[in-house]
Structures are given as structure tokens and as C-alpha cells.
């Protein structure tokens, strides 16, 4: 069975940088592509941004409105997955999930989430 | 990228068949058959149901089932049971994100 477990998130002001971590087990990690999505409060899904597996390039991938302050990164020998959050902003407020690609169009397994609250 | 457009809420009765709509442009939706459909209950993460249209993962029970027509993606729960209340998503894959999410659905079971 597939695990994942966000930690990494808390409270931080307006244009602070916080950093997210995400442990993978029971998979392949060095073959799995994966995302991250996020949830504000009372609100719909998101997604983030993506990175494949090394072996299909190791290539990122990010909505918009993150992109440029956002970076996705792995430690395939760790097993874990980062989100490195730069000039948070409170519109950034939310529920954290890494989640696996399943190269099919669906994210297949999630973790439980990490709260980010932005907020002066 | 704007979020797919779905029902704020839908309901039915126990037993009953119900139907989320889920539409986008021929930007995602409509040029991809790689919608995905996930349940969330409060508090939780979410759960995929449905991917590539109409594929049941493992262990999704055979009342859910999923369909695309045009700029268009469904999901359809039959039999609707107490344990379906929950909030829906759908996703698609977009050439420009590369996924987007739908506004999420509430379903009530009366």
C-alpha cells in the first residue's frame, strides 16, 4: 500500500519562505511522477505543479499562479518529495497534498495534508 | 487556466441515480480523454474514483461510472447510498497547466 505523509507546513508572514516535505512508501519512488495540490480553506482543489520521474527527464511542471516563486524537487534515495514556497502570499493559505501520478490522468494516491497559513 | 465548470450541489434520494457535470473547453476537456473524478469528505484527502473517463481503479465500486461528451465529462453514482455524501471533483489534463481542476461538487443524500 502506497503511503504518503506531508509535513513541513505552520504559519508564516507574507513574503516568507517555508519549505514542505512529502515521504513516499510502499512504491517505486524514483519511478513515480508526482504533484502536489493544494486546498484553501472552504475551497476547491488545485493543482500545483508536477515532477516526472528522472528517468522520463526529471522535468517540472506549474500553474500559474505559482510559478516563478514555487520549486518542486526530489530525493529519490530519501524518498521524498519537496515544495520549496517562496514570497508566500495569504492567497497561499491552505491544505497541502503530494499526491502520485498515475501517468493516466489521475492522481491515485495522497497524503493527508499539511495546513500553510499565511498570515501577518 | 480557469477552473472546470461543475454543479455547486446536487442531491438525490436513497437508491436513486444521480449525474455531475463537469465542463471545460476544447482546451482540456474536450481534447483529452484524460479526465479523473475524486471524492473528498470533510477533512480528508481526496480519492480518485474515476481516471481516463470511464476506468474504475481497484476496490471503486461499479455504481460510479464515468462518461465524456464533447467539451463535457459525467459522473453518474447509481444507487445512491448515505456513505456518497461527500464533495466530488473532477480534473483534467490541459496542454497549457498541465492539469485543472473542476469547482467541486456537494452531493447530498436526502
Known amino acids: 500500500e502506497v503511503q504518503l505523509v506531508e509535513s513541513g507546513g505552520g504559519l508564516i508572514e507574507p513574503g516568507g519562505s517555508l519549505r514542505l516535505s512529502c515521504v513516499a512508501s510502499?512504491?517505486?519512488?524514483?519511478?513515480?511522477?508526482m504533484s502536489w495540490v493544494r486546498q484553501a480553506p472552504g475551497k476547491g482543489l488545485e493543482y500545483i505543479g508536477l515532477?516526472?520521474?528522472?528517468?522520463?527527464?526529471?522535468?517540472?511542471n506549474y500553474a500559474g499562479p505559482v510559478e516563478g516563486r514555487f520549486i518542486i524537487s526530489r530525493d529519490d534515495p530519501r524518498n521524498t518529495l519537496y515544495l520549496q514556497m517562496n514570497s508566500l502570499k495569504t492567497e497561499d493559505t491552505g491544505v497541502y497534498y503530494c499526491?502520485?501520478?498515475?501517468?493516466?490522468?489521475?492522481?491515485?494516491?495522497w497524503g493527508q495534508g499539511t495546513l500553510v497559513t499565511v498570515s501577518s | 487556466q480557469s477552473a472546470l465548470t461543475q454543479p455547486a450541489s446536487v442531491s438525490g434520494s436513497p437508491g436513486q441515480s444521480i449525474t455531475i457535470s463537469c465542463t471545460g473547453t476544447?482546451?482540456?476537456?474536450?481534447?483529452?480523454?484524460?479526465v479523473s473524478w475524486y471524492l473528498q469528505y470533510p477533512g480528508k484527502a481526496p480519492k480518485l474514483m474515476i481516471y481516463?473517463?470511464?476506468k474504475r481503479p481497484s476496490g471503486v465500486s461499479t455504481r460510479f461510472s464515468g462518461s465524456k461528451s464533447g467539451n463535457t465529462a459525467s459522473l453518474t453514482i447509481s444507487g445512491l447510498q448515505a456513505e456518497d455524501e461527500a464533495d466530488y471533483y473532477c480534473?483534467?489534463?490541459?496542454?497549457?497547466?498541465?492539469?485543472?481542476f473542476g469547482s467541486g461538487t456537494k452531493v447530498t443524500v436526502l
Open positions: 499526491a502520485t501520478d498515475d501517468h493516466k490522468g489521475g492522481f491515485d494516491s
Open positions: 480534473c483534467s489534463y490541459a496542454h497549457s497547466s498541465p492539469y485543472v
Open positions: 481516463e473517463v470511464t
Open positions: 510502499g512504491l517505486t519512488f524514483s519511478d513515480a511522477w
Open positions: 515532477i516526472k520521474a528522472r528517468s522520463d527527464g526529471g522535468t517540472t
Open positions: 476544447s482546451s482540456d476537456v474536450g481534447n483529452y480523454n484524460l
